[in-house]
């Protein structure tokens, strides 16, 4: 029988602030276990397993990332959208980043997961709409996003820029290339005639 208080939706949030604590891959339903104070055996009548639970873990921080940028998209076009996106997706990175590697998890499209990460894609693809780029170039357009921000994020919560200067005009210089490439973007001018 179920304990008292543990749902599903309990050991996520738990999961979650525990990933934020020791990092993602450091989450287990060990530690889970120590933390409501119950067996191991106890949790797997809520989750199938670890990877389910990593798996909704990844499912909650995109939502929850997705929701962010869509609150941040509201209104916006053009750079002021990408700077909004990208400042959205790097600040949640910095203040979850435990969350912020669970979402990084690979999603099986038949996962719980598929829709916010779907959504996630969604929303960078609307910042693309002002660019016009052909759709046959968005998925190229999409990934250079989608990389610049991960490894941006990525050094810095590393630490890696702490003795390197003014790491904000870095950012901003990384947005603005963004922005720059966006807009001229190779072949997009032949193909939008």
Known sequence: MARAGVTVEGLVQAAAELADEVGFDNVTVS?????????????????KNADELRVRLAASALTEMADRAS??????AGKDALVAFADTYRAYAKEHPGRYA????????ASVAAEPALRHVELTRAILRDYRLPETEQTHAVRL?????????????AGSFANSGDVEASWDRAIDALHAALTNWPGAADQNR
Request: net charge positive.
């Open 71 to 76: 609150d941040a998209l509201a209104g916006r």
């Open 145 to 157: 996003l989608g990389s610049t921000f991960h490894g941006f994020a990525s050094l810095e919560i």
């Open 31 to 47: 530690a889970l276990a120590r933390r409501f104070e119950v067996t191991v055996a106890s949790l797997y009548s809520h989750i």
């Open 102 to 109: 669970a979402a990084r998890l690979r999603i099986d499209p």
